[in-house]
């Protein structure tokens, strides 16, 4: 099985700021992962696909990269909306694996 | 406009079995695979199972497997997911969802609970 870990954990940052969040794949997994955001009490939304293309409707403040085994997410000036949990999904193959989340709150 | 609506939530007792339903609309259903995600309170995201189109292909997370059967009828739009010997371990919302992997199509239900509780 794949294993995504993802840093950090919980991040605490302030309106305007810049924000990068990381998951690292246990073997490559060429650019087969999507980002996902979550807000309390809601579903996920996916804010990027194949690891650098943003999803529809998504402001273009959220942007990705990577490939292989290490993947970003950058948020290049947070928003009081952007405040969430993110996550990190591989798709290259089954069981599909999550990672395990970044909490951003505000500083 | 894409819709999954999840419903069979609800509180069973350790052991019991449980079906979640999910109704599809605003898109070809018969044309994707689907997905059932869960989430355990305060915890993060786990994929449980994977249905491809026209179900030939079927996986499962091993935390689920031998006791989770999902399934689908193209006909009626719909996704499901037999829940049996459930355990206290199995308590969270799950999510019916279109993983559009490499592609811009990506959509989750609202969730329905699943609570195993003596």
């Known amino acids: 099985d794949i294993q995504m870990t993802q840093s950090p954990s919980s991040l605490s940052a302030s309106v305007g700021d810049r924000v990068t969040i990381t998951c690292r794949a246990s073997q490559g997994i060429r650019n087969d992962l999507g980002w996902y955001q979550q807000k309390p009490g809601k579903a996920p939304k996916r804010l990027i696909y194949?690891?650098?293309s943003l999803q529809s409707g998504v402001p273009s403040r959220f942007s990705g990269s990577g490939s292989g085994t290490e993947f970003t997410l950058t948020i290049s000036s947070l928003q009081p909306e952007d405040f969430a949990t993110y996550y990190c999904?591989?798709?290259?193959?089954?069981?599909?694996?999550f990672g395990q989340g970044t909490k951003l709150e505000i500083k | 406009e894409v819709q999954l609506v999840e419903s069979g939530g609800g509180l069973v007792k350790p052991g019991g079995s449980l079906r979640l339903s999910c109704a599809a609309s605003?898109?070809?259903?018969?044309?994707?695979?689907m997905n059932w995600v869960r989430q355990a309170p305060g915890k993060g995201l786990e994929w449980v199972s994977s249905?491809?189109?026209?179900?030939?292909?079927?996986y499962y997370a091993d935390s689920v497997k031998g006791r989770f059967t999902i399934s689908r009828d193209n006909a009626k739009n719909s996704l499901y997911l037999q829940m049996n010997s459930l355990r206290a371990e199995d308590t969270a919302v799950y999510y019916c969802?279109?993983?559009?992997?490499?592609?811009?199509?990506?959509?989750w239900g609202q969730g329905t609970l699943v609570t195993v509780s003596s």
């Open positions: 249905i491809s189109s026209s179900s030939s292909y079927i």
């Open positions: 999904l591989q798709h290259n193959s089954y069981p599909r694996t």
């Open positions: 969802a279109i993983l559009g992997d490499g592609y811009n199509f990506d959509y």
């Open positions: 194949a690891a650098s």
């Open positions: 605003g898109f070809t259903f018969s044309s994707y695979s």
